[in-house]
């Protein structure tokens, strides 16, 4: 079974992805949206080492949109009051963006392995890797 194998080690929460400017609009205050320079920072070069790795692990691209896939991920801390929660959708955009992985991060299930807590080299471990199931069906052959 293909895997692709992807380590974060500059990871940021959900929590610092975007951030809220006041604007009026219609004569009206409202907040406005936008990505964080340092959310878009990671972006651009978690999207980059995605690519490489995905060339060096010789991951084959699956065009099927109903591919799913498990992300298997085990969890290093720097300390206990992190949740774990919050390390999914910025990556996730980031492998999409990538183009070489999946087609949409909707086909991603997440799986938490373990939390484990090490202060001198926080990280995220990423095992990636088809599911049998596409779509609705359980199997290609089922699904063909």
Known sequence: MEKLKLVITDFISVNHYLAYRAIMKNGRPMAMSYKTQEATRFHK?????????????????????????????????????????????VPFDAITDSGVVWVD???????????????????IEYTIYKTDFVGIFDTQEQMN
Do not use: G, L, S
């Open 45 to 89: 070069n978690f999207t980059q080492y995605v690519k490489q790795q995905a060339k060096e692990q010789n991951w084959t691209t699956d065009p099927n949109p109903f591919q799913h896939y498990y992300v298997d991920a085990v969890f290093y801390f720097p300390r206990i009051d992190v949740d774990c929660n919050n390390y999914w959708k």
């Open 105 to 123: 991060d909707n086909m991603a299930c997440e799986r938490v392995i373990k939390v484990m807590y090490d202060a001198k080299n926080p990280r």
